[in-house]
């Protein structure tokens, strides 16, 4: 099969290269995908778990990528809940080759059925910015009706859901990013924005929960806006600084079945937008991740049309 491999940590996504792989065989309780569609952070290059296994055994050529959209072509030994010729999406194991090929191997609890009404491509795009959005709004921060959230990086592929999400809640949105996202992000839901380049963020005042996708210095001026038993949320590490009266949590999105069920009906619905950026075959997935210019959104490469 087709796949891109990376063996070089230093050449990040220059040292991508496409090759033939061997398609992988399901291990128990596995299912293999065909790929159809699948999604890629450019983060996951500075993973440890993109290149060594748990042992911490090297494992390149190691294939990126762990969103996806596809069809069940193989179940493994065990496997229940799913069938060959099934619709799925979802998100793969981070120490196991990824879906940046025309087949994966996945565990089965990892993957939701995919609505036929929704394409692969869109599909594939919602697995890691749906589910961190929703852990990071529900489950770690605690979001309720009413309250307000300051959103960073609001226009990008993460940021776009945290905020449809968050005012679909019923809270109150304020977007931050560069002057030019402005537009996107109050289209997105957001109340309100803040370019990060010209504008005060201390002048947003106090808020209830903050979604930090940016960190660094952003990270430590949005922990002096929580107010008292607010949280400060970060999907990029601990936060530096931390509120005074209030928490700071980071985490790792986790796989969800049922969560990217509800994600997946807020698309059918109209509820809930992807943010797709920039679509790409897989013959031309190296040069659609080595971009030349700024792409808001995500890159989804399709593997099948």
Do not use: C
Not at 169 to 184: K, S
Not at 214 to 238: F, H, Q
Not at 274 to 283: E, F
């Amino acid at each position: 099969m087709k796949a891109i491999v990376v063996t070089d940590e230093a050449a990040g996504t220059a040292g991508m290269r496409l090759v033939e792989r061997p398609e992988p065989a399901p291990a128990l309780n596995d299912v293999v995908v065909q790929v159809h569609a699948s999604g890629f952070v450019p983060t996951e290059l500075t993973w440890p778990s993109t290149w060594t296994d748990r042992l911490g055994r090297d494992r390149t050529p190691s294939i990126p990528g762990h969103e996806l959209a596809g069809v069940v072509s193989a179940l493994g030994y065990g496997t229940t809940g799913l069938s060959v010729g099934q619709r799925v999406f979802g998100l793969t194991d981070w120490t196991r080759d990824g879906t940046l090929a025309e087949y994966v191997a996945v565990e089965a609890r990892n993957l939701a059925p995919l609505p036929g009404d929704v394409d692969f491509a869109v599909g594939a795009s919602l697995p890691i910015s749906g589910l961190t959005a929703w852990q990071g709004l529900f489950e770690h921060g605690r979001l309720r009706t009413g309250q307000s959230v300051l959103v960073h990086g609001a226009a990008g592929a993460v940021g776009s859901m945290v905020t449809q999400l968050a005012s679909e809640a019923g809270a109150y949105v304020i977007g931050t990013g560069r002057a030019g996202d402005r537009q996107n992000a109050l289209d997105f839901g957001a109340h309100e924005f803040v370019d990060l380049g010209s504008e005060a963020l201390a002048d947003v005042g106090g808020v209830d929960l903050v979604f930090d996708v940016i960190g660094g210095d952003i990270g430590k001026r949005s922990a002096g806006l929580i107010r008292a038993g607010g949280t400060l949320v970060s999907v990029v590490g601990p936060s530096e600084t931390r509120p005074v009266d209030g928490l700071a949590i980071d985490f790792v999105v986790m796989p969800d079945r049922t969560q990217l069920g509800e994600i997946a009906q807020r698309v059918r619905d109209g509820r809930l937008r992807t943010n797709i950026g920039n679509v790409a075959d897989l013959d031309d997935a190296v040069a659609a991740l080595n971009p030349t210019k700024r792409i808001t959104g995500k890159t989804i490469i399709r593997t099948r049309s």
